[in-house]
């Protein structure tokens, strides 16, 4: 029992970085309709550029903990964001009117510029942050110990869940961003200014992805210009799961991808657990076809 | 246009470049120490260079390319499979092939006259690090690999020695490139193994190590040699101490002349860098080897360099005496235990 | 045949490649094999991405079930390796009705989705030593070289001719069946809109399914010539980006046109072969270049171009009947 | 003149479906464009209202150019255009579309106001208020582009077959209520293929062929103009 | 030669189609009328299987269709057009009319890639009866133009042209003089008289009154998803409830 508990909350941990990532994933989806492939990459960068700054500026020995690295984690946003607004500029707004798989392979392309550049820029070795930046407490409940840590980043995700959510739904921008994903003519018969939307899109869902990146870097400390690959098939996986476009969606998928992997590899096989995540949602998506919280499919013959 | 061309087949990008892209910088300046040198046979050597992505489709191609280009020996590659893939069209172009980061057995098992390989077997790993079990009085093993070829053969080869000795209470495989493996720690505790012996690579060690630290348990870590990269510390900080490993002996570990001459000289060509990858050393070995059998048997002719090179004749490397035997797999004992002690590597004593 | 202005550049291209092997050195005729394997993997995608609108992200699943059926059979049982190419392609195509049967009526991304997680199932089944007959992560060695008529298939020229030849009556049976068949065309109608297709008539699933099958099939032929090419071939083979790879070129020639597709084949395998003197920079390059073709041909290189119909002919039959 | 549209050329890719289109519209009135299918009256419209950019003329708004702005702009200057083809947000329910159709405005009470007359109007969209729009039936849908369209009380609006999938009595109730926006002082343009019941209504008409004006006359005019008769109205 | 008894079909706490009876004569035209929303599309995706009534009888040429996939209906020999037109945009309009003899050709795969005799001979037959059909629409010259650019009107004529493909015995119009101007509609109503005649029978939804009091003999009237009255175009005209619910008064005329 106590090793459930444990595994479960492993599971959790590892999730919330999922969703967080999924979060971005999902927004951009929902209005763009786009696979955004390259925001994996979003969040290599979000990690690297992280890296960068906290070693060349100490910020969290300047200002303290807490809000040294809340001005980190703004620097960062605010460059992943330009970059994904610059990415919608040259790699996507050209193709908005393609068919939709030649926007798929621009992202992939968009992904391999990014990656590759990167690895350019940084060298393909491994590169390691700042030691001791982030307190390391743990802390036991119930028998089961979790690093103080886990928790602040799992409030974290929660907290911008939640906050994004009640954007998209309550507010009338949020309410303009879902009719520009689904008639972006219509939308501008409305008065809405949707390359206005697509920007915020574009400048949120890349800021959340590099907010992702550095939050995995600082825990975990070390980041290489391939991590995106893994972690964005993983949040797409997620945002799949819970049904993609939906903000609750991506964060119940990414703790439930989190919470099977942490148990597949506990009850089953570690090395089968990546297969048995993807079988799990494989039945899931028999049986709800369009993810666990989807969009309700509104066609009318 | 009279040089001796000499190949180079690394992984140059895809998600091993770092190490292709040492493989590149020691390999070069070899080359270019040789050439100031005078050259092989007084003539200048000429580096080319393919990138086989670490996949063997491409490693295909880019054998098929060097083989195109005349050149006498090919120092690469990584990964078993990606050089399996580039051996048999060397070897139907007679080209001698020195691969440097291939362990598995089965590359010299086919009876190819002209590979060798400057790395050792797995067998010869899992030989040492079962020993060490031994030695340090484990009685209950975990053994963890990451499914690649490298680390899955090591593991195999350890828990096949280590059968019916000890209790093996754990084998299992991670998935490498995550960052979060509390999962498979909580698991790897909860079978309560006197000590892990962890096949994989750095990156996974480190971040194993400092979660194993972070969930409050201690037990010993043994790892192989891919765990040998300084990068290693960096990542674990100081949760990394006491840190066991296996690995031949790196360049900053010999006493000999050669091997601080070519660390000074690194450090002065790449900003005082010094090689991160005991693999990446194995090719400038590799390619000290050729140079040395064309100058010794005058010639660029590949039935004679084969047949010099199987002859037991002892090489004078970067990780010390080297030779070959008649499979062309490096002998003599290679491997030695390594501790990470104040933050540092330390070669333990025998 | 059509005399159309259009088709004399595929004549030339197609001339310039019979004689190929007595102008390129081994490399580059290694390189247009790969080329060949990969217009093969792309046509067989096309059916279901191209023609019948279905995101698979997984292809090079049904590509690893068929190399490895092949190289299993081959090293265990010794069978000829080209007696092999149906057998795998039948695995690849049985495999694939499995799958797909429970999963076709999944739409769009959630279609995707669900064939990253096969491919990604398989490479770890292959990987874990499924069955153990898998090999595992060190894959499958000795496969025996193809013989024809007691003549061994060795060296890139001789497999050159094998591939090419294979390439050539693919894209032979392929057009037939894109241009002049109900099932071509019933593809196309599921693309365009399922439930229109539905209502005129048309049994969506089951041409769903069967995209998949023939796809799956085709690709499993393929996976064979691999293994034969090879002789060694290992799970890191069959990754997702291999199955990105094929989509690519599915796409960037253009969805459901059979030169596209060739062409996409040469571009996406040739182009990263063209940039090897960038070193390090390739791939960066090349993903520029898929970009930026992606803005400026937004169909693909070469559209597919709408069906045309003997109209006159028949009905000048029609009226002498 | 409130809009003037001038030798408007508009293309589609390569084809050119309008040919030199002028139309004015004068404030406070009525105007009626008629055509057969293919003509281009949407694509007039379209281009009004910013969707489609001209390739040559130029469409002038209380003689500021109107051409060359954006299409959320034009909305805002005061120009509502209701699309052919219904254009639901399909996803959103009824309650979030009508509430779309004042995405321009802030006026809260106003919109509160609007909203309850367009329940008014459609008593069925009041029943489905909280319904997802895609699912709603054709003639559901077509109310509610109108009511969407109605959301603020816009200068100009355009209206592209208004009556396309209404049931009879709705339809008189349609014509009646633009009756009524055009008394408070709304200037309305509207294509109808219900040739007959538009022209009841409006002041003036145009009848567009293939991408250009063949005839432009008072409503009444037109309607006992045998040649349109014989066209449009069923040879009546 | 269609029935259905008491069919039901709800969405959520919405009754769409509540117990709704009434047969179609073979060799008939029949209109189905009734306000917005009153269920009459939904009467004839229950009809074609694109949902599943949840209680009733559909009985098609004596036996049932319901729980039948819509291309086995079609199949049967039913087959529609769409109230939103649903054609194969980037087909040109044969194309688009050969999917509708799709379902009378048998050969597979195998035969396509050899090209048999036979297959090549069903391939022309079918380009003859697609040609057919578009002829008999009047859609005849337009064969290799893609169905977007065709107008509105022309494209609600491919729909019944591919429906014809099928070689439907019943054919349902769902608003097939949508968007079309008076002109045009009585070209059609001729059209859909020349196809009773060629013996197919006919089940229309049509806002239109003027056409469908031409057309029909028998007329069946829904509102809020129940049958309120049925009969002749002219028992219906005079039907008070009828006249309440949808015709509404006269004023002129
Ligand atoms: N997006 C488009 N791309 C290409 N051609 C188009 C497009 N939209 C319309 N057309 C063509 O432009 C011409 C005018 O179309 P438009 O929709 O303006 O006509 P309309 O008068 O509104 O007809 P309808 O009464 O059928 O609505 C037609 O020939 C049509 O085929
Ligand atoms: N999928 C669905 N989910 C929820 N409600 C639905 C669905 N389909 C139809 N409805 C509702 O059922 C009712 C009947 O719809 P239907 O489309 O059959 O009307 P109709 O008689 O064809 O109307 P119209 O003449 O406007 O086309 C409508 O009120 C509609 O909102
Ligand atoms: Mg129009
Ligand atoms: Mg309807």
Same mark, same amino acid.
């Given at each position: 029992m106590?090793?459930?508990?444990q595994?479960?909350?492993n599971?959790?941990?590892?999730?919330?970085i999922y969703?967080l990532?999924?979060?971005?994933?999902?927004?951009?989806?929902?209005?763009m309709?786009?696979?955004?492939?390259?925001?994996?990459?979003?969040f290599?960068?979000g990690a690297?550029?992280?890296?960068?700054?906290?070693?060349s500026?100490?910020?969290?020995?300047?200002?303290g903990?807490?809000?040294?690295?809340?001005v980190?984690?703004?620097?960062?946003m605010?460059?992943?964001?330009?970059?994904g607004?610059a990415l919608?500029?040259?790699?996507?707004?050209?193709?908005?009117?393609?068919?939709?798989?030649?926007?798929v392979?621009?992202?992939?392309?968009a992904?391999i510029v990014?990656?590759?550049?990167i690895m350019?820029?940084?060298?393909?070795?491994?590169l390691v942050?700042?030691?001791?930046?982030?307190?390391?407490?743990t802390?036991?409940?119930?028998?089961v110990?979790?690093p103080?840590?886990?928790?602040v980043l799992?409030?974290?995700?929660?907290?911008?869940?939640?906050?994004?959510?009640?954007?998209?739904?309550?507010?009338k921008?949020g309410t303009?961003?879902?009719a520009a994903?689904i008639d972006?003519?219509?939308?501008?018969?409305?008065?809405?200014?949707v390359?206005?939307?697509?920007?915020i899109?574009?400048l949120?869902?890349?800021a959340?992805?590099?907010?992702?990146?550095?939050?995995?870097?600082?825990?975990?400390?070390?980041?290489?210009?391939t991590m995106g690959w893994?972690?964005?098939l993983?949040?797409?996986?997620a945002?799949?799961?819970?049904g993609?476009g939906?903000?609750?969606?991506?964060?119940?998928?990414?703790?439930?991808?989190?919470?099977?992997?942490a148990?597949g590899?506990?009850y089953i096989?570690?090395?089968?657990?990546?297969?048995?995540?993807?079988?799990?949602?494989?039945?899931?998506?028999?049986?709800?076809p369009?993810?666990?919280?989807?969009?309700r499919?509104?066609?009318?013959? | 246009a009279?040089?001796?061309?000499?190949?180079?087949?690394a992984?140059l990008?895809g998600?091993?470049?770092?190490e292709?892209q040492?493989?590149k910088q020691i390999?070069?300046?070899?080359?270019?120490?040789?050439?100031?040198?005078?050259?092989?046979l007084?003539?200048?050597?000429e580096l080319?260079?393919?990138?086989?992505?670490?996949?063997?489709k +491409? /490693?295909? $191609?880019?054998?098929q *390319?060097?083989?195109?280009?005349g050149? %006498?020996?090919v120092? @690469?590659? &990584?990964?078993?499979?990606?050089?399996?893939?580039?051996?048999?069209?060397?070897?139907?172009?007679q080209?001698?092939?020195i691969a440097n980061?291939?362990?598995?057995?089965?590359l010299?098992?086919?009876?190819?006259?002209?590979?060798f390989r400057?790395?050792t077997?797995?067998d010869?790993?899992?030989?040492?690090?079962?020993?060490?079990?031994e030695?340090?009085g484990w009685?209950k093993?975990?053994?963890?690999?990451?499914n690649?070829t490298?680390?899955?053969g090591?593991?195999d080869?350890?828990?096949?020695l280590?059968e019916g000795k000890?209790?093996?209470v754990?084998?299992?495989?991670?998935?490498?490139g995550?960052?979060?493996? +509390? /999962?498979? $720690?909580?698991?790897? *505790?909860?079978?309560?193994?006197?000590? %892990?012996?962890?096949? @994989?690579? &750095?990156p996974?060690a480190?971040?194993?190590?400092?979660?194993?630290?972070e969930m409050?348990?201690?037990a010993?870590?043994?790892?192989?040699d891919?765990t040998n990269?300084?990068?290693?510390?960096?990542?674990?900080?100081?949760?990394?101490?006491?840190?066991?490993?296996?690995s031949?002996?790196?360049?900053?570990?010999?006493?000999?002349d050669?091997?601080?001459?070519?660390?000074s000289?690194?450090?002065?060509?790449y900003?005082?860098?010094?090689?991160?990858?005991i693999?990446?050393?194995l090719s400038g070995?590799?390619?000290r080897v050729?140079?040395?059998?064309?100058?010794?048997?005058?010639?660029?002719?590949?039935?004679?360099?084969?047949?010099? $090179?199987?002859?037991? *004749?002892?090489f004078?490397?970067?990780?010390?005496?080297?030779s070959?035997n008649?499979k062309?797999?490096?002998?003599?004992?290679?491997?030695k235990?390594?501790?990470?002690?104040?933050?540092?590597?330390a070669?333990q004593?025998? | 045949?059509?005399?159309?202005r259009?088709t004399?550049?595929?004549?030339?291209a197609?001339?310039?490649?019979?004689f190929?092997p007595?102008y390129?050195?081994?490399?580059?005729?290694d390189v247009?094999?790969t080329v060949?394997l990969?217009a093969?993997?792309?046509?067989s995608l096309?059916?279901?991405?191209?023609?019948?609108g279905?995101?698979?992200?997984g292809h090079a699943?049904?590509?690893?079930?068929?190399?490895?059926?092949?190289?299993?059979?081959?090293?265990?049982?010794?069978?000829?390796?080209?007696?092999?190419?149906p057998v795998s392609g039948?695995?690849a195509g049985l495999?694939a009705?499995?799958?797909?049967?429970p999963?076709i009526?999944?739409r769009?991304?959630?279609?995707?989705?669900?064939?990253?997680?096969?491919?990604e199932?398989?490479?770890i089944?292959?990987?874990?030593?499924?069955?153990?007959?898998t090999?595992?992560?060190?894959g499958?060695?000795?496969i025996?070289?193809?013989?024809?008529f007691?003549?061994?298939?060795?060296?890139?020229?001789?497999f050159?001719?094998l591939?090419?030849?294979?390439?050539?009556?693919?894209i032979?049976?392929?057009?037939r069946?894109?241009?002049?068949?109900?099932f071509g065309?019933?593809?196309?109608?599921?693309r365009?809109?399922?439930?229109?297709a539905e209502?005129?008539?048309?049994?969506?699933?089951?041409?769903?399914l069967?995209?998949?099958i023939?796809?799956?099939?085709?690709a499993?032929m393929a996976?064979?010539?691999y293994?034969?090419?090879m002789?060694?071939?290992?799970p890191?083979?069959?990754?997702?980006?291999?199955?990105?790879?094929m989509?690519?070129?599915?796409i960037?020639?253009?969805?459901?046109?059979?030169?596209?597709?060739?062409f996409?084949?040469?571009?996406?395998?040739?182009?990263?072969?063209?940039?090897?003197?960038f070193a390090?920079a390739?791939?960066?390059?090349?993903?520029?270049?898929?970009v930026?073709m992606?803005?400026?041909?937004?169909?693909?290189?070469?559209?597919?171009?709408?069906?045309?119909f003997?109209?006159?002919?028949?009905?000048k039959?029609?009226?002498?009947? | 003149?409130?809009?003037?549209i001038?030798?408007?050329?508009?293309?589609y890719?390569n084809?050119?479906?309008?040919h030199g289109?002028?139309?004015d519209v004068?404030?406070?009135?009525?105007?009626?464009?008629l055509?057969?299918n293919?003509a281009?009256?949407?694509?007039?419209?379209?281009?009004?209202s910013?969707l489609?950019?001209p390739?040559?003329?130029?469409?002038?708004?209380?003689g500021?150019?109107?051409?060359?702005?954006?299409a959320h702009d034009?909305?805002?200057?005061?120009?509502?255009?209701?699309?052919e083809g219904?254009r639901?947000?399909?996803t959103?329910?009824?309650?979030?579309n009508?509430?779309?159709?004042?995405?321009?405005s802030?006026?809260?009470q106003?919109?509160?106001?609007?909203?309850?007359?367009?329940y008014?109007?459609?008593?069925?969209?009041?029943?489905?208020?909280?319904q997802?729009?895609?699912t709603?039936?054709?003639?559901?849908?077509?109310?509610?582009?109108?009511?969407?369209?109605?959301?603020?009380?816009p200068k100009?609006?355009?209206?592209?077959?208004p009556?396309?999938?209404?049931?009879?009595l709705?339809v008189?109730?349609?014509?009646q209520t633009?009756?009524k926006?055009?008394?408070?002082?709304?200037?309305?343009?509207?294509?109808?293929q219900?040739?007959?019941?538009a022209?009841k209504?409006?002041h003036?008409g145009?009848?567009?062929?293939?991408?250009?004006?063949?005839?432009?006359?008072?409503?009444?005019?037109?309607l006992a103009?045998?040649?349109?008769?014989?066209a449009?109205l069923?040879?009546? | 030669?269609l029935?259905l008894e008491?069919?039901t079909?709800?969405?959520?706490g919405?009754?769409?189609?509540?117990?709704?009876s009434?047969h179609?004569?073979?060799?008939?035209?029949?209109?189905?009328?009734?306000?917005n929303?009153a269920?009459?599309?939904?009467?004839?995706n229950?009809?074609?299987?694109?949902?599943?009534p949840?209680?009733?009888k559909?009985?098609?040429?004596g036996?049932s269709?319901v729980?039948?996939?819509t291309?086995?209906i079609v199949?049967r020999g039913?087959a529609?057009?769409?109230?939103?037109?649903?054609?194969?945009?980037?087909?040109?309009?044969?194309?688009n009319?050969?999917?509708?003899?799709?379902?009378?050709?048998?050969?597979?795969?195998l035969?396509?890639m050899?090209?048999?005799?036979?297959?090549?001979?069903e391939?022309?037959?079918s380009?003859?009866?697609?040609?057919q059909?578009?002829?008999?629409?009047g859609?005849?010259?337009?064969?290799?133009?893609?169905?977007?650019n065709?107008?509105?009107?022309n494209q609600?004529?491919?729909?019944?042209?591919r429906?014809?493909?099928t070689?439907?015995?019943?054919?349902?119009?769902?608003?097939?003089?949508?968007g079309?101007?008076?002109?045009e509609?009585?070209?059609?109503?001729?059209?859909?008289?020349r196809?009773?005649d060629?013996?197919?029978?006919i089940?229309l939804?049509?806002?239109?009154?003027?056409l469908?009091m031409r057309v029909?003999?028998?007329?069946?009237?829904?509102?809020y998803?129940?049958?309120?009255?049925?009969?002749t175009?002219?028992?219906?005209?005079?039907d008070?409830?009828?006249i309440e619910?949808?015709?509404g008064?006269?004023?002129?005329?």
């Amino acid at each position: 029992m106590e090793q459930f508990l444990q595994q479960f909350t492993n599971g959790l941990a590892i999730g919330g970085i999922y969703a967080l990532i999924a979060l971005g994933y999902t927004m951009v989806y929902g209005v763009m309709k786009l696979i955004n492939f390259a925001h994996g990459d979003l969040f290599t960068l979000g990690a690297y550029l992280g890296m960068t700054i906290l070693t060349s500026i100490a910020l969290h020995n300047i200002f303290g903990v807490f809000i040294g690295i809340t001005v980190l984690a703004l620097l960062v946003m605010g460059l992943t964001a330009f970059v994904g607004a610059a990415l919608e500029r040259t790699a996507y707004r050209p193709l908005r009117n393609s068919p939709r798989l030649s926007v798929v392979v621009s992202a992939l392309g968009a992904s391999i510029v990014l990656q590759n550049a990167i690895m350019l820029v940084y060298g393909a070795r491994l590169l390691v942050y700042p030691q001791h930046v982030l307190p390391n407490t743990t802390i036991a409940l119930f028998g089961v110990s979790i690093p103080l840590m886990r928790i602040v980043l799992f409030m974290i995700s929660v907290v911008l869940m939640v906050a994004l959510y009640l954007f998209i739904q309550k507010t009338k921008f949020g309410t303009a961003i879902r009719a520009a994903a689904i008639d972006q003519g219509a939308a501008r018969l409305m008065g809405i200014d949707v390359d206005r939307v697509i920007l915020i899109v574009f400048l949120i869902g890349p800021a959340l992805g590099g907010m992702a990146g550095l939050m995995v870097g600082l825990y975990y400390g070390q980041v290489n210009f391939t991590m995106g690959w893994v972690y964005g098939l993983k949040a797409f996986t997620a945002a799949i799961l819970g049904g993609i476009g939906n903000i609750p969606g991506a964060m119940l998928g990414g703790l439930l991808l989190g919470v099977i992997e942490a148990l597949g590899s506990a009850y089953i096989s570690i090395a089968w657990k990546d297969a048995i995540a993807f079988l799990v949602l494989i039945v899931i998506l028999i049986v709800r076809p369009t993810g666990l919280l989807g969009e309700r499919v509104a066609e009318k013959v | 246009a009279d040089t001796v061309k000499i190949g180079l087949m690394a992984p140059l990008t895809g998600s091993w470049a770092s190490e292709g892209q040492e493989m590149k910088q020691i390999v070069e300046l070899l080359a270019e120490e040789a050439n100031a040198k005078g050259g092989v046979l007084g003539k200048q050597v000429e580096l080319i260079t393919e990138d086989d992505g670490g996949d063997p489709k +491409t /490693a295909a $191609l880019a054998a098929q *390319k060097l083989s195109t280009q005349g050149i %006498v020996t090919v120092i @690469g590659t &990584y990964g078993s499979s990606v050089t399996e893939a580039s051996q048999t069209i060397y070897d139907e172009n007679q080209i001698i092939q020195i691969a440097n980061g291939s362990t598995a057995v089965r590359l010299t098992e086919k009876g190819l006259q002209y590979f060798f390989r400057t790395s050792t077997r797995d067998d010869e790993q899992g030989r040492v690090a079962a020993q060490t079990v031994e030695k340090k009085g484990w009685k209950k093993v975990a053994i963890l690999h990451d499914n690649t070829t490298y680390s899955k053969g090591l593991a195999d080869e350890a828990k096949a020695l280590l059968e019916g000795k000890v209790e093996i209470v754990f084998y299992d495989a991670l998935t490498p490139g995550e960052r979060d493996y +509390t /999962a498979i $720690l909580t698991k790897l *505790k909860a079978a309560g193994p006197d000590g %892990v012996f962890f096949t @994989g690579y &750095y990156p996974e060690a480190g971040l194993l190590l400092k979660q194993k630290k972070e969930m409050g348990w201690d037990a010993p870590f043994l790892g192989g040699d891919a765990t040998n990269n300084p990068d290693l510390l960096k990542v674990a900080g100081d949760t990394a101490e006491g840190y066991l490993f296996l690995s031949p002996p790196v360049p900053q570990d010999l006493p000999s002349d050669e091997a601080k001459a070519f660390l000074s000289a690194y450090a002065a060509k790449y900003n005082g860098a010094t090689p991160g990858s005991i693999w990446a050393v194995l090719s400038g070995d590799g390619f000290r080897v050729a140079v040395a059998a064309i100058e010794a048997t005058g010639g660029t002719e590949a039935d004679k360099l084969a047949e010099y $090179l199987h002859s037991g *004749k002892e090489f004078v490397g970067l990780t010390g005496t080297l030779s070959f035997n008649e499979k062309g797999d490096r002998v003599g004992e290679l491997y030695k235990v390594y501790s990470v002690t104040g933050g540092k590597f330390a070669l333990q004593a025998e | 045949m059509m005399k159309d202005r259009r088709t004399i550049p595929y004549i030339i291209a197609s001339v310039l490649l019979v004689f190929a092997p007595l102008y390129l050195n081994k490399y580059w005729i290694d390189v247009l094999n790969t080329v060949g394997l990969y217009a093969l993997l792309g046509l067989s995608l096309n059916l279901i991405v191209g023609h019948a609108g279905l995101f698979n992200l997984g292809h090079a699943a049904f590509y690893a079930v068929g190399a490895y059926t092949a190289a299993i059979l081959n090293t265990r049982y010794h069978i000829p390796i080209l007696w092999l190419l149906p057998v795998s392609g039948l695995f690849a195509g049985l495999f694939a009705a499995v799958i797909a049967r429970p999963i076709i009526h999944l739409r769009g991304d959630y279609l995707c989705m669900v064939t990253i997680g096969v491919g990604e199932i398989v490479r770890i089944a292959l990987i874990n030593n499924v069955f153990g007959i898998t090999g595992g992560s060190n894959g499958i060695f000795g496969i025996s070289r193809p013989s024809l008529f007691g003549y061994v298939i060795k060296r890139p020229p001789q497999f050159f001719y094998l591939i090419w030849i294979f390439v050539a009556l693919t894209i032979f049976l392929f057009y037939r069946l894109d241009r002049y068949s109900r099932f071509g065309r019933a593809l196309n109608y599921l693309r365009g809109d399922e439930i229109a297709a539905e209502g005129s008539g048309i049994d969506t699933a089951h041409y769903k399914l069967w995209a998949f099958i023939l796809g799956a099939f085709w690709a499993g032929m393929a996976g064979t010539l691999y293994a034969a090419k090879m002789t060694i071939i290992a799970p890191e083979s069959f990754s997702f980006w291999e199955s990105v790879l094929m989509f690519l070129i599915v796409i960037l020639g253009g969805s459901g046109s059979i030169p596209g597709v060739i062409f996409g084949a040469f571009l996406a395998i040739g182009l990263p072969e063209l940039f090897r003197d960038f070193a390090s920079a390739r791939m960066l390059v090349y993903g520029v270049m898929m970009v930026l073709m992606m803005i400026f041909r937004k169909g693909g290189l070469l559209p597919a171009r709408s069906r045309k119909f003997p109209i006159a002919n028949v009905l000048k039959n029609e009226g002498r009947a | 003149m409130l809009l003037q549209i001038q030798n408007l050329h508009v293309k589609y890719g390569n084809i050119e479906v309008l040919h030199g289109v002028s139309v004015d519209v004068r404030e406070g009135e009525i105007v009626s464009i008629l055509g057969a299918n293919g003509a281009g009256k949407s694509t007039t419209l379209l281009t009004i209202s910013g969707l489609v950019r001209p390739a040559q003329g130029q469409i002038l708004f209380n003689g500021a150019p109107l051409h060359t702005m954006k299409a959320h702009d034009i909305v805002r200057a005061g120009i509502a255009h209701i699309p052919e083809g219904r254009r639901m947000f399909g996803t959103l329910t009824v309650q979030e579309n009508l509430r779309l159709g004042a995405f321009t405005s802030n006026d809260q009470q106003r919109i509160r106001q609007n909203q309850e007359w367009i329940y008014e109007l459609f008593p069925i969209l009041k029943e489905r208020r909280n319904q997802l729009a895609g699912t709603l039936s054709g003639g559901e849908q077509q109310m509610l582009a109108i009511g969407r369209g109605l959301m603020i009380h816009p200068k100009i609006l355009l209206l592209d077959e208004p009556s396309l999938g209404l049931a009879p009595l709705l339809v008189k109730t349609i014509f009646q209520t633009l009756q009524k926006i055009n008394a408070a002082g709304v200037t309305v343009v509207l294509v109808e293929q219900n040739a007959r019941m538009a022209l009841k209504i409006a002041h003036r008409g145009y009848v567009l062929e293939v991408g250009r004006i063949a005839l432009q006359d008072e409503a009444n005019a037109l309607l006992a103009n045998p040649d349109v008769q014989n066209a449009y109205l069923g040879g009546a | 030669m269609l029935i259905l008894e008491s069919v039901t079909k709800r969405f959520g706490g919405l009754t769409a189609v509540d117990s709704v009876s009434f047969h179609v004569e073979e060799g008939q035209i029949v209109g189905l009328i009734g306000p917005n929303g009153a269920g009459k599309t939904t009467v004839f995706n229950l009809i074609t299987g694109i949902y599943k009534p949840d209680a009733g009888k559909i009985t098609f040429d004596g036996s049932s269709v319901v729980g039948m996939e819509t291309h086995r209906i079609v199949h049967r020999g039913i087959a529609r057009t769409f109230q939103t037109i649903r054609l194969f945009q980037d087909l040109t309009v044969l194309e688009n009319v050969l999917a509708g003899c799709h379902c009378r050709m048998t050969s597979g795969i195998l035969a396509g890639m050899l090209r048999t005799p036979w297959q090549r001979k069903e391939e022309r037959q079918s380009l003859i009866r697609a040609l057919q059909a578009l002829e008999t629409v009047g859609l005849k010259g337009k064969e290799e133009q893609l169905a977007k650019n065709l107008s509105y009107g022309n494209q609600r004529l491919l729909e019944i042209a591919r429906a014809l493909a099928t070689e439907a015995k019943l054919l349902i119009l769902d608003e097939p003089a949508g968007g079309m101007n008076e002109q045009e509609t009585l070209e059609l109503i001729a059209l859909i008289q020349r196809l009773r005649d060629s013996g197919i029978t006919i089940l229309l939804i049509e806002h239109d009154m003027g056409l469908v009091m031409r057309v029909c003999r028998h007329i069946v009237v829904m509102e809020y998803g129940a049958k309120i009255s049925e009969g002749t175009p002219e028992q219906v005209k005079s039907d008070p409830k009828v006249i309440e619910a949808y015709l509404g008064v006269d004023e002129e005329e």
